[in-house]
């Protein structure tokens, strides 16, 4: 155990900030929320917005409808746009719906959502933001390290990821980036909090002493920091590319099996996750049980597409041979299922 | 890795709260909040508590000043009492407090202060509160599983702890216990949240997964696991013993060197921290880098006792010996640093 107010630990807390920036695609500092990554996408909301403010919240997965959760549990104002799981969000529905309330301070998306496998095209929807003048909002949880994001580029405010994703980390971390528009809206937004205070961190950015700030999980840190010196092992670009090679395995198999994904309209797929449509009935929790018995964690399908889904989580320390073997033992147990069936 | 929605983790996780339960002295529900102690701390205000409402805050301490600075980032009425660091926080003050202010709803303290190694009377206050038909918050955090705790029968409403003091983990897990009264009133509360809101877990209780309700920090309830399995092995009356012998020693030590308490009017000691003030001209830094050179890590004064503090923690897996150990070498250390300044 190291101490959390020691410069040894200072020193470890610094070089995860530095070295997340380049998975950001910023030159902005990066700050550590102490939580799970809901609590970083709540230090955004209340950070940056008031009492009476209003958002667009893009809703298109259980995670774009967290944004609209969090904006309500703060009574702001809510308009949600893309609403339909099944599809991609688009930056059309975003701007007609800050054309059509002109007291909308922020837009909030999510990058992939891994209740569906989109991937929203983030750039799109924050240039219609920067365009108006409303802040942009997003949870790059799901994705941040499994596939190219460039914050300063597309002028994107405000930025989320977690430890548990492709940090490859244990959950309980998040991290969150904000642009210089952020750090200027940060001085007047007035919604309530403490623990979220992301303006605490400022004296303690210039002293340099980030890590002394608050009592941080110390073990967390250790573990992004073996997750970052992977990556940057690795280079990110192949992280990237590796992300996207195993996505497209994962799919050309499940399309091979006759598994179709449960989005098939989405224009843009997430490479951490995919989200399948098993067969009218075959069960998803007998095939998930089946793939756990060789060895094979798989996830359900999310809310309304809870009964037919199963989700393949390929993002982190995921090699194509894994995907291999998932698929091999995804066709074995969809056979063993069936055959009771054609009996 | 276990996934947190897994049955094996939900087991674990039920596990940890269920034998929290002894440490708190209470048959009510133990919660987990995703986040460090003041996490916890502010799910604490933020459920139990309505904008308009006031509280009385016992400051002796940082940590009662956090209570304080918690109460006021969500705009509630503070009546600060007992705001001398050098005394422990007293009933009557509290019940003064109370009378003079009708609106006030809560009241909250800090059990063990480690800020002043001060371990205020809960018992008391608990009962003046309850009188009065007031909640009483309290922040065990360094001092639940070191020292007796009787939530139920002390009529306390609102408990927190956290994974990094008597639990001996890593930080970044808060625990919070709640009295019937307390879930009482979460069902009218106001005060916005999200992230810690505590009645999104009734539905998760029933139905006994909690495990499975957020995503979890799985490497802190393995760690708190084990250290509650400690606990157990050596007996949680004699865990108690042992922190008061081992404070006793480290008092008895201190005075035969000749360094004082920094509180010395403090009319009950926490036995998991002693705060001690250096002689005039020793520095705090010189001192504890001294230590530091013998594989001793200690603390500096905390805030207003900053310029003559350090603070020797014995709390969680601390042994008579390791208190040997350090006070002799705090004898050498002062002599090292005397030797110059006699010459």
Redesign the interface.
């Known amino acids: 155990?190291i101490?959390?107010?020691?410069p040894e630990f200072a020193h470890i807390h610094a070089e995860v900030l530095e070295h997340l920036k380049p998975l950001y695609g910023t030159s902005q500092t990066v700050l550590p929320v102490?939580?799970?990554?809901?609590?970083g996408m709540?230090a955004g909301i209340t950070n940056l917005l008031s009492p009476g403010d209003e958002i667009v919240a893009c809703c298109n997965g259980r995670f774009g409808e967290m944004w609209a959760?969090?904006a309500e549990?703060?009574?702001l104002g809510l308009h949600r746009v893309a609403t339909d799981w099944m599809r991609s969000a688009g930056p059309a529905e975003v701007e007609d719906a800050i054309t059509r309330h002109p007291k909308v301070r922020a837009v909030a998306v999510t990058h992939s959502d891994t209740a569906t496998g989109v991937l929203n095209d983030v750039r799109a929807i924050a240039a219609v933001a920067r365009k108006h003048g409303k802040l942009c909002l997003v949870d790059a949880i799901s994705s941040l390290g499994g596939t190219p994001f460039a914050m300063d580029e597309w002028e994107v405010d405000c930025v989320v990821t977690?430890s548990?994703k492709c940090l490859m980390s244990?959950?309980?971390?998040a991290f969150v980036a904000l642009s210089e528009r952020a750090w200027k809206a940060m001085e007047t937004a007035k919604?309530?909090?403490?623990?979220w205070?992301l303006m605490d961190f400022k004296a303690s950015i210039a002293k340099g002493d980030l890590g002394a700030h608050?009592?941080?999980?110390?073990?967390?840190f250790l573990q992004v920091t073996e997750a970052l010196a992977m990556i940057e092992e690795e280079g990110l670009q192949n992280v990237w590319r590796r992300h996207e090679a195993i996505a497209e395995l994962t799919r050309r198999r499940a399309q091979a099996l006759g598994v179709p994904l449960q989005c098939p309209d989405l224009t843009r797929l997430s490479p951490t996750v995919t989200a399948l449509a098993l067969p009218a009935g075959v069960s998803p929790k007998d095939v998930r049980d089946g793939l756990k018995k060789r060895g094979i964690?798989t996830?359900g399908g999310l809310g309304q597409l809870e009964a037919h889904g199963i989700r393949i989580g390929h993002m982190g320390d995921i090699r194509l041979p894994d995907v291999d073997r998932t698929m091999n033992a995804l066709a074995e147990v969809l056979d063993e299922l069936r055959v009771p069936a054609s009996r």
Chains 1, 2 share one sequence.
């Open positions: 155990m101490h959390h107010r020691t102490y939580a799970t990554g809901r609590g709540e959760q969090l549990s703060y009574g977690g548990q244990s959950p309980g971390l919604l309530p909090k403490n623990y205070n608050r009592t941080s999980p110390v073990h967390l964690m996830a």
